[in-house]
């Protein structure tokens, strides 16, 4: 399983990169106990797709978890505002399954220069979920600071808690996270 979803995984990426190289984002981020990667493609203006993996073992128990994503950017002003979806399957010792997740994120600018501040929510609610999952959420809030084009570092922190049937609620990554996303 782990190594299918790797190879469906590249292979989203490497295809989505030969449609419009220069739109291809490449991401990793770092927490006490988790890392993650993450890859995202613009498909047509304001639309964005990507996918990712988490591991983390956070809760004491190994969990891996795979995503794939829809993102819309809306053209605000003042706001970087996106809405969309996420699928998330999740491969945890206290169960097996996934769900599709709704949600966004949402970064203002900052008086410091090439400084934003904001942060990212999905819910997965029982009516959109399969196998172990019951429901699913995870939000954060980050600082980003912009490194060049379509590259930044941040800071920030994560909180995923998933309901497992017969195990219940479970806090799989909790913390500080450091990360970087290179534009290319």
Do not use: W
């Not at 993650?36 to 983390?56: D, F, I, S, W």
């Not at 969309?84 to 010792?93: A, K, M, P, S, V």
């Not at 929510?121 to 196998?131: A, Q, V, W």
């Not at 379509?150 to 913390?175: H, I, K, P, V, W």
């Amino acid at each position: 399983m782990n190594k299918s979803c790797g190879v469906l995984a590249l292979s989203t990426v490497l295809a989505l990169g030969a449609t419009q190289a220069q739109a291809l984002s490449l991401g990793a981020s770092a927490g006490s106990n988790s890392y993650g990667l993450e890859a995202t493609q613009t498909l047509v203006p304001g639309v964005r797709a990507g996918v990712g993996y988490l591991k983390t073992d956070d809760s004491g128990r190994d969990a891996r978890l795979y995503s794939g994503s829809l993102m819309i950017s809306l053209p605000t002003p003042l706001v970087d505002l996106s809405v969309g979806g996420r699928y998330q399957y999740q491969d945890t010792d206290y169960g097996n399954g996934g769900g599709l997740g709704l949600g966004g994120s949402l970064f203002v600018d900052t008086p410091l220069p090439r400084v934003s501040l904001g942060g990212y929510g999905f819910y997965t609610p029982e009516g959109l979920t399969h196998g172990n999952v019951n429901e699913s959420y995870e939000y954060g809030a980050q600082v980003r600071a912009k490194l060049f084009a379509q590259s930044y570092a941040y800071a920030g922190y994560r909180y995923l808690r998933t309901d497992f049937d017969r195990r219940g609620n479970r806090t799989l990554d909790s913390g500080p996270v450091l990360g970087v996303s290179v534009g290319f």
